[in-house]
């Protein structure tokens, strides 16, 4: 077996030289990553941003009319909302002994742009009434949006007129968040939403990435088949040596290139942040809040550096496992003309096993999930993203994974035998009957 993929390095090498020799590849990939990075970090300096165009409020002046029977407090200060963009030209009129229709009049009198605000107490709790005076040009909905943020305000003030510490104070001014959970399910609506999404992105690349580099593959192969190039190689290097190093040679061109690119996103996304964090200090990039939320609340391996670089892994065997397809496709043109219908023979598993990896979480079934992470054509699209979110373990990866190489080297060694069998066929027709034939052929 060893002898028969000897020189598989020679046509690696060779390969890849040719490949990669032009100043084409090293400009693109170059170009593309340092564009990637420049694009990432404009955009988390234009998300961070704060908008500029914060209308302030209608409301001018409120006068408060503190019936509550508590001390004297200073709204303004208690809410850091009345700080804001919106609110900080408000001005908070305190007023004493007067009655509430005083209050109201005061205001009108005062200007258009005033409203009266009056807390009273009540045998069940505390009264906060806004009014909103005849003839002025505040609107019932401008009033309504300042009722809660002088709510919150009296309710701060309150507690502090209660003697509590102000660690006390802390823990009962916390929000409370509510949230549900059925055990043995999580309904977290993030992480579902998340592992719905995943997916569709890691099969997007993948696809994208087999219908740049995919069809390259098929057409290098069968371009040297259908050509006397072919007689000329086998005379020095078996087949299976011959396949192996071009199609290695064409993957790791391409996976290479793809990571740099990775690389550069990874260094735009975390470098914008970093710089658009020094320029507006309270920002955080969204996406990065995603991968610390992963980290803690899916899965126990979710996000951690070994099952991100198994999923990496397994993502990169898995577009070698399609790139041999690609090389078996282009194994069984035995005429030029033939070489676009052959492309089929990756191209539609490829759809198929995307579409079902991506429909089948949607459905909850997680039977025929367990399934998909067995299928070496449906490995690449379903255990990477399982991997990185938590869902399977590491075992489990590593299991997915040694089903994928051994996958890829029996197609390896069939598109061997019919990139060999087929020399005495160029240009002829070919059957079902006859590659069957070359298959079934005991190898030399």
Not at 51 to 60: F, M, Q, T
Not at 253 to 282: D, K, R, T
Request: proline share 4%; glycine share 6%.
């Amino acid at each position: 077996m060893n002898n028969k993929f000897k020189g598989w390095r020679t046509v690696f090498g060779f390969t890849y030289r040719q490949a990669t020799k032009g100043a084409g590849y090293k400009v693109v990939t170059s170009l593309v990553a340092i564009l990637i990075i420049l694009v990432f970090v404009l955009i988390n300096i234009l998300v961070a941003k704060p908008d500029d165009d914060i209308e302030p409020s209608i409301i001018k002046s409120v006068f408060v009319l503190n019936n509550s029977g508590l001390e004297a407090m200073n709204l303004k200060e208690l809410n850091p909302q009345f700080l804001e963009e919106r609110y900080k030209d408000i001005e908070f009129i305190y007023v004493k002994d007067k009655t509430r229709e005083e209050t109201i009049y005061q205001a009108a009198e005062h200007s258009s742009r005033s409203i009266a605000v009056i807390i009273s107490a009540r045998d069940a709790g505390y009264d906060i009434e806004t009014v909103v005076p005849n003839n002025s040009e505040i609107s019932d909905e401008n009033a309504s949006e300042l009722l809660p943020l002088i709510q919150t305000a009296f309710e701060s003030g309150k507690l502090m007129q209660s003697g509590l510490s102000a660690e006390q104070l802390s823990i009962l001014l916390k929000p409370v968040v509510p949230s549900y959970e059925d055990i043995g399910e999580s309904t977290n609506i993030v992480a579902y939403v998340i592992k719905m999404i995943a997916p569709m992105v890691f099969g997007l690349i993948m696809y994208m990435m087999l219908m740049l580099y995919g069809q390259s593959i098929s057409k290098s192969i069968s371009t040297e088949k259908t050509s006397k190039l072919m007689e000329t190689l086998l005379i020095s290097i078996h087949p299976y040596g011959l396949i192996t190093g071009k199609v290695l040679a064409m993957t790791s061109i391409a996976v290479l290139q793809f990571l740099i690119w990775i690389v550069a996103a990874v260094i735009g996304l975390y470098g914008g942040n970093a710089v658009a964090s020094a320029i507006y200090p309270e920002y955080e990039n969204s996406v990065i809040t995603i991968i610390n939320f992963l980290k803690v609340n899916i899965g126990e391996s979710a996000m951690t550096l070994p099952a991100v670089i198994l999923a990496i892994i397994i993502f990169c065997v898995g577009f070698l496992f399609f790139c041999v397809l690609a090389g078996l496709a282009g194994s069984m043109v035995s005429k030029p003309e033939e070489a676009a219908n052959t492309q089929g023979v990756f191209v539609f598993p490829i759809l198929i096993s995307w579409l079902f990896c991506y429909i089948t979480p949607l459905t909850g079934n997680e039977g025929t999930m367990r399934i998909l992470r067995l299928i070496p054509l449906t490995i690449p699209f379903s255990v990477p993203v399982d991997l990185i979110t938590g869902v399977i373990s590491i075992g489990q990866g590593i299991l997915s994974l040694a089903i994928l190489l051994a996958f890829s080297l029996l197609v390896i060694m069939l598109s061997a035998r019919l990139y060999k069998g087929l020399v005495l066929y160029t240009g002829q027709k070919l059957s079902l009957r006859t590659l069957g034939n070359i298959i079934r052929a005991k190898a030399d």
